[in-house]
Protein backbone atom coordinates (compact mmCIF):
# COMPACT_ATOMS: atom_id res chain seq x y z
CA UNK A 1 0.00 0.00 0.00
CA UNK A 2 1.66 3.62 -0.88
CA UNK A 3 0.37 7.08 -0.16
CA UNK A 4 0.83 9.79 -2.98
CA UNK A 5 0.18 13.50 -1.31
CA UNK A 6 -0.27 16.88 -3.16
CA UNK A 7 -1.44 20.18 -2.29
CA UNK A 8 1.52 21.92 -0.45
CA UNK A 9 3.07 25.13 -1.15
CA UNK A 10 3.89 28.73 -0.67
CA UNK A 11 1.03 30.82 0.39
CA UNK A 12 0.58 34.23 2.08
CA UNK A 13 -1.33 34.16 5.56
CA UNK A 14 -4.83 34.21 5.75
CA UNK A 15 -4.74 32.37 2.35
CA UNK A 16 -5.94 28.88 1.75
CA UNK A 17 -4.65 25.02 0.40
CA UNK A 18 -5.98 22.16 -0.02
CA UNK A 19 -4.12 18.83 0.23
CA UNK A 20 -5.32 15.29 -0.98
CA UNK A 21 -3.40 12.27 -0.07
CA UNK A 22 -4.51 9.14 -2.39
CA UNK A 23 -3.96 5.40 -1.52
CA UNK A 24 -3.31 2.92 -3.83
CA UNK A 25 -1.97 -1.50 -3.80
CA UNK A 26 -4.28 -4.14 -2.39
CA UNK A 27 -6.73 -2.40 0.05
CA UNK A 28 -9.06 -4.39 1.40
CA UNK A 29 -10.60 -2.02 3.75
CA UNK A 30 -9.60 1.83 5.19
CA UNK A 31 -10.25 2.49 8.57
CA UNK A 32 -9.14 5.62 9.52
CA UNK A 33 -7.10 8.26 7.39
CA UNK A 34 -5.30 11.43 9.24
CA UNK A 35 -3.05 14.41 8.77
CA UNK A 36 -0.02 15.00 10.57
CA UNK A 37 2.19 18.15 10.58
CA UNK A 38 5.74 18.60 11.66
CA UNK A 39 7.54 21.93 11.93
CA UNK A 40 11.25 22.53 12.01
CA UNK A 41 12.68 21.21 14.92
CA UNK A 42 9.38 20.30 16.07
CA UNK A 43 7.60 16.71 17.21
CA UNK A 44 5.06 15.41 14.31
CA UNK A 45 1.42 16.52 15.70
CA UNK A 46 -1.97 15.07 14.46
CA UNK A 47 -3.78 18.19 12.82
CA UNK A 48 -7.34 15.75 11.92
CA UNK A 49 -8.57 12.44 11.32
CA UNK A 50 -11.25 11.03 9.87
CA UNK A 51 -12.61 8.07 10.59
CA UNK A 52 -14.47 4.88 8.25
CA UNK A 53 -17.91 6.41 8.73
CA UNK A 54 -17.23 10.51 8.48
CA UNK A 55 -16.70 11.23 12.42
CA UNK A 56 -13.76 13.42 12.39
CA UNK A 57 -11.35 14.98 14.77
CA UNK A 58 -9.08 18.12 14.97
CA UNK A 59 -6.31 19.44 16.77
CA UNK A 60 -7.47 22.56 19.13
CA UNK A 61 -4.81 24.68 16.78
CA UNK A 62 -7.02 24.51 13.57
CA UNK A 63 -10.47 24.13 14.44
CA UNK A 64 -12.98 26.32 12.15
CA UNK A 65 -9.71 26.55 9.85
CA UNK A 66 -9.20 22.89 8.60
CA UNK A 67 -11.62 20.55 7.28
CA UNK A 68 -10.76 17.05 6.38
CA UNK A 69 -13.10 15.21 4.47
CA UNK A 70 -12.36 11.08 2.45
CA UNK A 71 -13.61 9.80 -0.79
CA UNK A 72 -14.05 6.09 -0.40
CA UNK A 73 -14.45 5.44 -3.95
CA UNK A 74 -11.31 7.40 -4.95
CA UNK A 75 -9.24 6.18 -1.60
CA UNK A 76 -8.50 9.67 -1.09
CA UNK A 77 -8.21 11.94 1.50
CA UNK A 78 -7.96 15.65 1.81
CA UNK A 79 -7.20 18.13 4.12
CA UNK A 80 -9.22 21.67 3.65
CA UNK A 81 -6.90 24.81 5.21
CA UNK A 82 -8.14 27.93 5.20
CA UNK A 83 -6.96 31.11 7.12
CA UNK A 84 -3.44 29.72 6.94
CA UNK A 85 -1.22 31.59 9.40
CA UNK A 86 2.97 31.36 9.90
CA UNK A 87 2.67 28.94 12.49
CA UNK A 88 0.77 26.56 10.04
CA UNK A 89 3.97 26.15 7.89
CA UNK A 90 5.01 22.36 8.32
CA UNK A 91 5.70 19.40 6.43
CA UNK A 92 2.36 17.83 6.10
CA UNK A 93 2.17 14.34 5.83
CA UNK A 94 -0.78 11.79 5.50
CA UNK A 95 -1.70 8.37 7.38
CA UNK A 96 -3.90 5.86 6.45
CA UNK A 97 -5.03 2.65 8.51
CA UNK A 98 -6.66 -0.34 6.97
CA UNK A 99 -6.89 -3.75 6.14
CA UNK A 100 -4.84 -5.78 2.99
CA UNK A 101 -4.59 -8.82 1.40
CA UNK A 102 -1.83 -11.10 0.00
CA UNK A 103 -1.15 -14.89 -0.56
CA UNK A 104 -0.52 -15.46 3.77
CA UNK A 105 -4.36 -13.99 4.10
CA UNK A 106 -5.55 -10.78 5.39
CA UNK A 107 -3.52 -8.24 7.62
CA UNK A 108 -3.33 -4.42 8.82
CA UNK A 109 -1.61 -1.70 7.88
CA UNK A 110 -0.41 1.51 8.48
CA UNK A 111 1.16 3.69 5.97
CA UNK A 112 2.76 7.42 6.01
CA UNK A 113 2.87 9.25 3.12
CA UNK A 114 5.99 10.94 1.54
CA UNK A 115 5.34 14.42 3.02
CA UNK A 116 4.16 17.65 1.32
CA UNK A 117 5.53 21.04 2.80
CA UNK A 118 3.41 24.30 3.40
CA UNK A 119 5.00 27.44 3.78
CA UNK A 120 2.96 30.36 4.92
CA UNK A 121 4.36 33.56 5.02
CA UNK A 122 3.17 36.48 7.01
Known amino acids: VQLQASGGGWIQAGGSLRLSCAASGTILRINSMAWYRQGTGKERELVAS???????NYADFVKGRFTISRDNAKRTVYLQMNSLKPEDTAVYYC?????????????????WGQGTLVTVSS
Open 95 to 111: NVVGETYDRAGKSDFGV
Open 50 to 56: IASGGST
